[in-house]
């Protein structure tokens, strides 16, 4: 292999691909990146078992071929290139990188036992990248982190027609995020489970001024593909069924709260400074006020009250604060409408654009509340 390449876009495609390389890879042949010259085009591709990144680039390539080098160390060199230029030449077992006066020789890795890519699924469809984004963002705020239950480490996809709604679940909060696509063909009626941290890591690297488009085979549902400005990646699908939480979202609340989103967070973060680890803190609604409060008699205390649009009887919540505080952020809207039936009853957190309008369903969040002592 001989090829010539833009050293600034040559570092860009190595760092967007090495991403998914686990820092201790349970096979040390996972560590390699593979490099593929030919027909004026570099592809690189990595691979973890779970997650694969697959990019290309334009080369000058006097001599086809392809390589596997070690992943991370040739992402240290190649963002640290001093010339606008790089030039790549692998001979016997080695690969001398050069860029201006700086010239690095590396030892290969056997090509040979590196595991074939996954194939990208069928176009399913496809939606402009900053709506996947968020949508991804939203989602993922109730994504467990118990790695013995998997399920409720992923996030479930539905793909109704022109629809795509995203739904995860720790047990004690829901999120739920649906966006408009553009499907590949009508009467799509299809479900999918993977990871979140997969998902975000996707969602992360992406170019937001290119659509996202996503493959699926309706067919053979064990893996996810995702498009973007010629990066491809794909994503394994959990094996399991996710928890039935649609009947937790309730189309009657008889109590509301309509509060400034930037001021109820500040106040939370304020409040909570005195909870101890775990600790509620308590919101009290009543004559269009709202009492936050956090802190024992015998320890420190904190409170503050914010005004508020409120329509129902007075009634008292208590929340975990970063739940609240994580739900909360995933709230693009500047007013947060909170619905309630009972203290101990999941309470759900939608935004609005205007205090007096109406409350978006693109983003619902659910939280159960805690139980306190008066």
């Not at 001024?209 to 995702?226: A, P, R, T, W, Y």
């Not at 952020?329 to 101990?344: D, R, W």
Request: hydrophobic letters at 35%.
């Amino acid at each position: 292999m001989k090829v010539e390449v833009n050293s600034a876009s040559f570092a860009d495609a190595v760092a967007w691909t090495t991403r998914v390389i686990d820092s201790r890879p349970a096979n040390p042949i996972l560590a390699g990146l593979k490099i593929e010259a030919a027909n004026g085009t570099l592809q690189l591709s990595a691979f973890n078992y779970q997650i694969s990144s697959c990019h290309h680039i334009e080369a000058g390539v006097d001599e086809e071929g392809s390589i596997l080098i070690l992943g991370k160390l040739m992402a240290d060199i190649t963002k640290s290139l001093p010339a606008e230029k790089t030039y790549l030449k692998s001979e016997n077992n080695t690969l001398t990188i050069t860029s201006g006066k700086s010239t690095f020789t590396l030892q290969l890795m056997p090509l040979g036992e590196y595991p074939d890519l996954p194939e990208l699924p069928h176009k399913l469809g496809q939606v402009d990248a900053p709506t996947f984004i968020q949508a991804v963002n939203q989602a993922s705020v109730s994504t467990s982190r118990e790695e013995n239950r998997p399920v409720l480490t992923g996030i479930r996809i539905q793909f109704e027609d022109d629809t795509v709604t995203m739904t995860s679940t720790d047990r004690f909060r829901l999120s739920r995020s649906t966006f408009k696509w553009t499907p590949e063909h009508n009467d799509i009626h299809s479900t999918t489970l993977t990871r979140g941290s997969l998902l975000r890591d996707i969602a992360h690297s992406l170019d937001d001024h290119q659509n996202v488009i996503i493959h699926f085979n309706e067919e053979d549902k064990s893996l996810l593909g995702f498009e973007n400005s010629g990066r491809t990646s794909t994503s394994q699908i959990i094996d399991g069924e996710f928890p039935s939480v649609d009947r937790l979202f309730v189309d009657e609340y008889p109590i509301h709260a309509i509060i400034n989103k930037q001021l109820l967070i500040n106040a939370i973060k304020r409040v909570s400074l005195v909870a101890e680890r775990n600790a509620p803190i308590r919101m009290i609604f009543s004559n269009q006020e709202l009492t936050l409060s956090a802190g024992t008699a015998d320890e420190s205390q904190a409170k503050e009250v914010l005004d508020i649009d409120m329509d129902g009887e007075d009634i008292t919540v208590a929340f975990n604060p970063n739940y609240l505080l994580e739900g909360l952020g995933a709230i693009p809207e500047p007013f947060v409408h909170m619905k309630m039936a009972t203290a101990v009853k999941p309470v759900e957190f939608n935004g609005q654009q205007e205090s007096d309008g109406d409350e978006s369903t693109d983003y619902r969040y659910l939280l159960v509340p805690m139980r306190f002592n008066n």
